[in-house]
C-alpha cells in the first residue's frame, strides 16, 4: 500500500484494501501508522470489529498535516476534528457510517467480500473504470464549466485512442 497515493493522484488502476485489525495485545490499531495508506486506497472494506484511532494527541503529539489532509479529504469535518483532537477510538461501524471505509463486514466476511469487489471490478472495461476514477478525481474540485471542459475532452481523447486502437487489431 506504500504506492497508494501516487497510484491514486496519477489515477492509476483502482486500489482497494481492506481491514481486519482489532484491539488486543500485541496489535497495532489500523490507523496508527497514519490513516494515509488507508485513505489513498479508491475503495475500503473494514471488519466491523476493526479498530481505528488517530492517537497522536493520546500522546501530546499534533498529528502530521498529511493525516489531517487525509482524513479532510474522506470524511466530515466534525467527523475528522473530533477523532483528531481527542484521540478516541472508532470500530469499523463507525468508519463505515462516516464513510473513511466504503463498508463493514463481519470478520469472517471480509476476505470473499473483498475478493467479490475485486472481481467485479475485474469483469468491467478497465478503460472505462480507469476514466470514471481520473473525471472524479480531476473534476471534483473544478467549476462546472471547466468539468464539463475536462469531461469533453477526456470523451474525444478516449474515442480517437480506441478508434486507433481498433484500426490496428
Known sequence: MTTAP????????????????????????????????????????AAEEAVFGISEVNWGVTPGNLVTRALAETIPTRDAMYYIMTGERFD??????????????????LRDRTLALARRLTTLSQWVVRGAKLGFRNARLMPWDAAEDFRYASTTRRSSSTATRGSRA
Open 6 to 45: 501516487a497510484n491514486r493522484s496519477r489515477g492509476g488502476t483502482p486500489f482497494s484494501s481492506s481491514s481486519t485489525r482489532t484491539e488486543s495485545p500485541g496489535q497495532r490499531l489500523v490507523l496508527r501508522r497514519g490513516p494515509v495508506p488507508l485513505v489513498s486506497c479508491d475503495l475500503a472494506i
Open 92 to 109: 469499523g461501524r463507525r468508519a463505515s457510517g462516516m464513510r473513511l471505509v466504503n463498508e463493514a463486514v463481519p470478520a469472517a466476511q
